[in-house]
């Protein structure tokens, strides 16, 4: 190929649009950046798919860090069951989740997919969710041939633990769209039917029509009252079981009365009943409840540890490599476990050099070297070559694993929707409502019979808080969609009251206060000379371990490369060299000073040239940004604490930041994380836990709130409640007060709720409530609160800085920071 | 005046159609995913059958 081809083909591989300067693979006039990518053009190209490239310009997965997996154990026929959604022995349906789709061509190219395998008769994406689901012929092809298709295209399915027996379920999601579509259908009709008895229609000339619109009302409103509304009146039945007052209780009152009131005027022939605002209030009320149901697809919160659990494991047996299910292994099977995968159950290493990163476990940021027969736990990840490692305990009752067989985990601790604000003020409603009501019987029961029957009811019907369960609904979700615009998702409008309660904030260290971006290497020790540098990067460019690669990244803009002789590579110690005839090394401070003994504990890569320790290089902790401004402001409501699994050589650090009041404790496994949070909460405080990995995991759990903190917010986040974009770290001051700010919003709306109540009663309580009023004071009152639940909360984001499509830029987060101090005064 | 009689129930039961209809685009999953289509439609019909040469 002519070197003028080349430049006019550009620096950027036609198909993922890595750019490298040089492309070393050329293909049909195109560039790649490596033969994985094109393979897939060349795949994509045959079978008349090159439409994925018009779509969007290098839409293409970069191949590059991508570890090639196997799947023989797809072809297991009990795997497949559990994998697959449905099969009825002709056609199979499955779906998957393809963390890789980003872009209408990968949408494209998927819907695509019977063209690359024939076998294949429909795929459907789910853009959101990052899902496809597909329907395939069980003769003509099989599962596995579907997985290692996507995979050799570059979409490999994240075929998790956690994917043998989950099942997909959607009825419950459809289910309140059918309730909210009868209710505002009998809603609107109801209305119109009533209208000509709000215009005042002659009981005597047009009786018949009196009586026509009445009895179709009250077959319009069954299906209302049995179906639609059917979740109030459960949830009070279940509520009055348990002998506990939650808000659907007066609601139900409210409901049932207007219906009886109603049913009871319309078949008697002494009126046209109310039938119209019971449509119309369970109409809104549902309403409320699917805004407040906010769903981030593809953000879970209830992930485990199966999710980041491969499926499968490579196991020996009888003398040759076999994939099998974690639910297979079994004690003693000899597994392989290659550069970066996990290892799924505790073992001991029987072959290779092992360096283990446990940072997912442990939180704690170095790899460990492991000598031959010694253990490996489940859940640390292999870092460089194969390893062979005999297993020593089943996936389930490994040391990681086990966690999750706390308590905790166990029982169904979780911040629900149901409103622990909503079910005190029902408590309260429930006791008013029901005295007036029986003083108002009881004063007009002497007098006349058909009024007190008349007041009794009628107080029921107005006072029915449909005012307040409509104002946490609107209030509440839109706090959680305002958030969630600022990369703050809440799992549900639950999690607001419990943030606005807590007392005790508790930080992770690792990747939580500290980032794990760009984590720069600090050099202590005697400076180096420009030539020394480049000693240095030279011998680094030779290895391929991660430190060499973190110092070379680091010194490669000033340096420049020289020739290294005698190369030698000491696993698990460090690396030498002859660099223009000196001797460098780079390494463990016992490699360097091997006289310092073996044990030395002396952290960092150090250097030494011609036998002389320089210094080392060691990766600093790098501190959020705005991180002590957000203590300082956090510190005036809660009380803060450290939960770190590192050590504690930034204690001292730390300390000023924090400040003296608050309690810093290092060295803190997965399990003593928990109980410290348990602890605290011993002590009456209501702990937020703010972590990140799978080591807080316990913590996140047992906490009140877990906020899990996230660099990249679709993968890799253990159970929790809320997740915050890591970038958004500096503005959790406000956030916290915008959710205190959101409980008041719910509060004032109660008093202007309470408001209309007491005009609404003082008709009730004389019996002069007609349906009219209660058509129009009803309706009213629900769309005032839900204006002002709305209106406020945007206001008061407004206000905080919580308002538009979030920037990532610094200046914003400062401002909103200052914005709070200037609330706060 | 009776004629009114019928004529309701004959809009009752147009109201109802839709509800219907309603119902029917839920179960048929439309409102299970409704980010997807929009990029969907923006897709053009292939320009050429599977069969023809490729360049």
């Known amino acids: 190929m002519p070197e003028n081809v080349i430049d006019a083909i550009g620096t950027t591989c036609y198909h993922c649009g890595e750019d490298e300067g040089t492309m070393p693979v050329l293909y049909d006039d195109k560039a790649f950046c490596c033969e994985g990518c094109k393979m897939v053009y060349s795949i994509l190209q045959e079978n008349n798919l090159c439409t994925y490239y018009e779509l969007n310009q290098s839409s293409g997965i970069s191949f590059k860090e991508r570890s090639i997996e196997r799947y023989s154990h797809l072809d297991n026929q009990d795997v497949i069951e559990k994998v697959i959604d449905f099969s009825d022995g002709i056609q199979s349906r499955v779906h998957f989740y393809l963390p890789q789709i980003h872009c209408s061509s990968c949408l494209w190219l998927l819907e695509n997919l019977n063209r690359l395998n024939p076998a294949i008769l429909q795929s459907r994406v789910n853009f959101l969710k990052k899902e496809v689901s597909i329907q395939y012929d069980q003769k003509e092809t099989s599962l596995r041939k579907i997985v290692e298709m996507l995979a050799t295209v570059g979409y490999a399915p994240a075929l998790g633990y956690d994917k043998l027996g989950e099942k997909r379920s959607s009825a419950q999601e459809r289910s309140l769209y059918y309730k909210i579509g009868l209710a505002g259908f009998a809603f609107g009709n109801i209305m119109l039917l009533s209208f000509p008895e709000y215009l005042g229609l002659d009981a005597h000339t047009e009786g018949d029509f009196v009586q026509f619109f009445g009895y179709l009302n009250l077959i319009l409103v069954l299906p209302v009252l049995l179906y639609s509304g059917q979740d109030y009146l459960r949830s009070a039945l279940q509520g009055l079981r348990q002998k506990h007052l939650n808000i659907d209780v007066p609601v139900s009152l409210g409901i049932l009365a207007l219906f009886g009131r109603s049913a009871f005027e319309i078949l008697t022939h002494s009126g046209a009943g109310y039938l119209d605002s019971l449509a119309g209030l369970i109409f809104f009320l549902l309403v409320g409840k699917w805004f407040q149901t906010k769903i981030y697809h593809t953000i879970s919160f209830d992930r485990d540890y199966k999710s980041y659990f491969p499926m499968a494991s490579n196991v020996i047996r009888n003398g040759e490599e076999q994939s099998i299910t974690l639910d297979d292994v079994e004690v003693g099977d000899e597994l392989i476990i290659r550069n970066g995968e996990l290892i799924p159950a505790d073992a001991t290493l029987l072959e290779g050099a092992a360096e283990i990163d446990y940072s997912f476990v442990t939180g704690e940021s170095r790899t460990i070297t492991v000598q031959l027969g010694e253990k490996v736990f489940a859940g640390g990840r292999q870092q460089r070559g194969t390893i062979h490692i005999q297993v020593i305990a089943k996936v389930a009752q490994s040391y990681l694993t086990s966690l999750w067989n706390e308590e905790v985990f166990t029982k169904r601790h979780q911040v629900g929707l149901t409103s622990k604000l909503a079910d005190r003020v029902a408590t309260f409603f429930t006791g008013v409502i029901l005295l007036v009501a029986f003083s108002t019987l009881v004063y007009w029961l002497p007098h006349d019979l058909s009024i007190a029957f008349n007041a009794f009811t009628s107080v029921l019907i107005v006072a029915c808080p449909c005012a307040v369960a409509l104002s946490i609904p609107f209030t509440f979700g839109n706090t959680l969609r305002l958030l969630g615009n600022q990369h703050f998702y809440l799992k549900n409008t639950g999690v607001i009251e419990e943030i606005a309660s807590a007392t005790h904030i508790v930080f992770d260290k690792t990747g939580t206060i500290t980032t794990n971006r760009g984590a720069v290497l600090q050099y202590h020790g005697t400076p180096l000379s420009k030539e020394e540098h480049d000693l240095v990067l030279s011998l680094a460019h030779h290895s391929a371990h991660p430190k060499s690669r973190q110092i070379e990244k680091t010194l490669k803009g000033t340096g420049s490369y020289l020739p290294v002789r005698h190369y030698q590579s000491h696993t698990g110690e460090g690396i030498e060299g002859m660099v223009l005839g000196r001797r460098v090394m780079l390494g463990a401070h016992r490699f360097v000073m091997p006289s310092s003994g073996k044990t030395s504990l002396e952290r960092g890569t150090w250097v030494c040239i011609d036998d002389d320790v320089k210094g080392c290089y060691s990766d600093e902790a790098q501190y959020r940004k705005g991180l002590s401004q957000v203590i300082d402001l956090l510190k005036h409501r809660f009380k803060l604490s450290i939960l770190s699994g590192d050590d504690d050589l930034e204690a001292k650090k730390l300390r000023e930041v924090f400040g003296h009041e608050s309690n810093l404790r290092f060295h803190q496994s997965p399990q003593d994380k928990l109980k410290a949070i348990h602890q605290l909460q011993n002590q009456g405080e209501k702990v937020i836990m703010i972590g990140d990995g799978l080591n807080d995991a316990g913590a996140l759990k047992q906490s009140d709130i877990g906020i899990a903190v996230s660099d990249e917010v679709n993968s890799f986040i253990p159970a929790c409640d809320a997740v915050l974009d890591a970038a958004q770290f500096i503005r959790l001051p406000n956030f916290v007060r915008f959710c205190s700010q959101s409980i008041g919003i719910v509060y004032l709306s109660y008093f202007v709720a309470l408001l209309y109540n007491i005009v609404g009663l003082s008709f009730a309580v004389r019996g002069l409530l007609s349906p009219v009023i209660a058509a129009i004071l009803m309706p009213l009152s629900s769309i005032t609160i839900v204006a002002l639940g709305m209106g406020l909360s945007s206001i008061a984001a407004f206000r905080l800085g919580i308002n538009g499509e979030s920037t990532q830029e610094d200046d914003q987060g400062h401002r909103s920071a200052m914005t709070f101090v200037i609330n706060q005064g | ?55």
């Open chain 2, 1 to 55: 005046m009776s004629i009114l009689f019928v004529l309701i129930l004959l809009s009752l039961l147009v109201a109802v159609l839709f509800l219907m209809a309603f119902f029917w685009a839920i179960r048929s999953g439309q409102y299970d995913d409704d980010y997807t289509p929009a990029m969907r439609i923006l897709f053009d019909n292939d320009k050429e059958p599977a069969e023809t040469d490729k360049s």
